[in-house]
């Protein structure tokens, strides 16, 4: 069965400095996001993305978040200069083709970003 | 999109049935209900959805009343890996829309043996 993928399973990083987080979509998705999940809090949304564009962004998802889809496959965000409130889950996520308005939304695995 | 209410923790024994309830009463017609589930930290997983009819897939069913208040979801019997926090989310069914996920707290399901 397809799957999201998430790399690295774990990043720890200095404060200040630069993260890309990677995510591979289901190979046929069209529509990607990020949302991100501080330890003992809720699943919240950073970013959609279709179309080569972002289509809706949280509040949460300031000019130091980027996000791209550099090849077909790859799809990644972006942190700029890490803050310690930046260490968190992220989790990508894919959903399906064109038109379908009940496609589900598949989530990878996470990554564990750890700031210090 | 609508919000949802959850009790925030149940227990089931293992082998009996797990009915998690979902309140959803400002739901609107275009909207459906989906239901996720988090395993420790990992991945939210997609357990099941529907708009007005109930639905039973592999892993559970969803009841979903009537007046579409309110929803079930039903774990026919539960085993110890089914303890998790489950989601029920509202969505609206529309290719225009995002399709943006909100989460709530959840309810966490504790299966005992």
């Known amino acids: 069965e397809p799957e999201v993928t998430q790399t690295p399973s774990h990043q720890v990083t200095q404060m200040g400095q630069e993260v890309i987080l990677r995510c591979v979509p289901i190979?046929?998705?069209?529509?990607f996001y990020w949302y991100r999940q501080i330890l003992g809090q809720k699943v919240e949304f950073l970013v959609s993305f279709y179309n080569n564009e972002i289509s809706e962004k949280s509040e949460i998802f300031d000019d130091q978040f980027s996000v791209e889809r550099p090849d077909g496959s790859n799809f990644t965000l972006k942190i700029r200069s890490t803050k310690l409130e930046d260490s968190a889950m992220y989790f990508c996520a894919s959903r399906g083709r064109a038109g379908l308005v009940t496609d589900t939304q598949y989530f990878g695995p996470g990554t564990r970003l750890t700031v210090l | 999109d609508a919000k949802t209410t959850q009790p925030p923790s149940m227990d089931c024994a293992e082998g009996r049935a797990a009915n998690l309830p979902c309140n959803h009463s400002?739901?609107?017609?275009?909207?459906?209900v989906y239901w996720y589930r988090q395993i420790h930290s990992q991945g939210p997983q997609y357990i099941i959805h529907g708009l007005k009819n109930n639905e039973t897939n592999e892993m559970a069913s969803l009841i979903i009343t009537e007046d579409r208040k309110s929803s079930t979801l039903i774990l026919p019997h539960a085993t110890l890996r089914d303890t998790a926090v489950y989601y029920c989310i509202v969505r609206v069914g529309s290719s225009s829309n995002t399709g943006k996920l909100i989460f709530g707290q959840g309810t966490t399901l504790q299966v005992k043996p």
């Open positions: 190979s046929n998705h069209l529509y």
């Open positions: 400002t739901i609107s017609g275009n909207e459906y």
